[in-house]
């Protein structure tokens, strides 16, 4: 037990050991990227480096932008996925297995070869650059969440919709009724897994937006990088500052919602 414990330890510090160097990087005035930084003298620490970022690239508006991206995806996410994952798993027409099929199929497809023509057909087609729907609108059908769906949906067991079915309920409200509440946990799991994805979602908002009002905080970190950080006094500390305000939701959402990772017992939603 000892040997496991220790190993587990020293596990957890090998894994945290990167956020807090960036936790102390984003505090020191002075940059020092070797490794006595990370155990810096009080006297080196400031908050400067925060002001500094904030001042270049306007943080709040940053992540009022990323916000609404992720924000939009994650509804879009949870409205097609719920509707999607219902209908392949618990309805009967004809084509279902294709259709499912060539969903698994679109899963091992790179997005990066997609971007070209999503591209054209938004920005050109449709004319929606510089606008959050823009950004929104190739992220907003996840196919991996509409399987995860699919899979929740199919473990219910089928008395629950032929009772339903019987008193004469029409298919949205079994779902809405019945389905939704028994799968809370598979929903709860497509929000903090389709989180992640827009919010560190660089290259899509990059070639989509040009204003800097619009740009969501992954955008606005590379464009500081690129144009503004070789003036500032500590652009190690403010980059690392930026990376810090990225992260932080993301991290805080996790340890909130850390318990509540688990699958519940579908069964309990029968009697006898």
Not at 218 to 226: D, E, G, R
Request: proline share 6%; aromatic share 12%.
């Amino acid at each position: 037990m000892k040997l496991k414990f220790v190993g587990l330890l020293i596990g957890a510090f090998v894994f945290l050991f990167p956020f807090y160097y960036m936790l102390i990087g984003s505090l020191q005035a002075e940059p020092d990227p070797s490794v006595g930084g990370a155990f810096p003298s009080p006297g080196n620490l400031t908050g400067h480096n925060y002001a500094e970022i904030n001042q270049s690239i306007h943080l709040g508006r940053s992540l009022l932008n990323s916000g609404i991206f992720t924000g939009g995806v994650i509804l879009g996410t949870l409205v097609f996925g719920v509707l999607a994952g219902y209908a392949l798993a618990r309805l009967q027409f004809r084509g279902r297995g294709l259709v499912f099929n060539l969903m698994l199929l679109i899963q091992v497809v790179p997005f990066q070869l997609l971007t070209i023509p999503l591209y054209v057909l938004i920005v050109r087609s449709y004319g929606l650059a510089d606008s959050y729907l823009g950004m929104i609108l190739p992220f907003l059908i996840n196919s991996t969440a509409v399987f995860v769906f699919r899979q929740y949906f199919l473990q219910l067991p089928a008395e629950l919709f032929d009772a339903a079915r019987i008193d004469g309920a029409s298919e949205l409200s079994i779902l809405w009724r019945i389905a939704v509440p028994l799968v809370r946990p598979a929903l709860l799991t497509g929000v903090l897994l389709t989180f992640i994805g827009p919010w560190n979602e660089f290259l899509w908002p990059f070639l989509i937006t040009k204003q800097q009002d619009l740009q969501p905080l992954a955008v606005s970190l590379s464009n500081y990088l690129t144009t503004v950080s070789a003036r500032a006094a500590n652009p190690f500390g403010a980059v690392l500052a930026g990376a810090c305000v990225l992260a932080a939701p993301a991290v805080t959402l996790f340890i909130v919602f850390q318990r509540r990772f688990i699958s519940t017992n579908l069964s309990s939603g029968v009697k006898g």
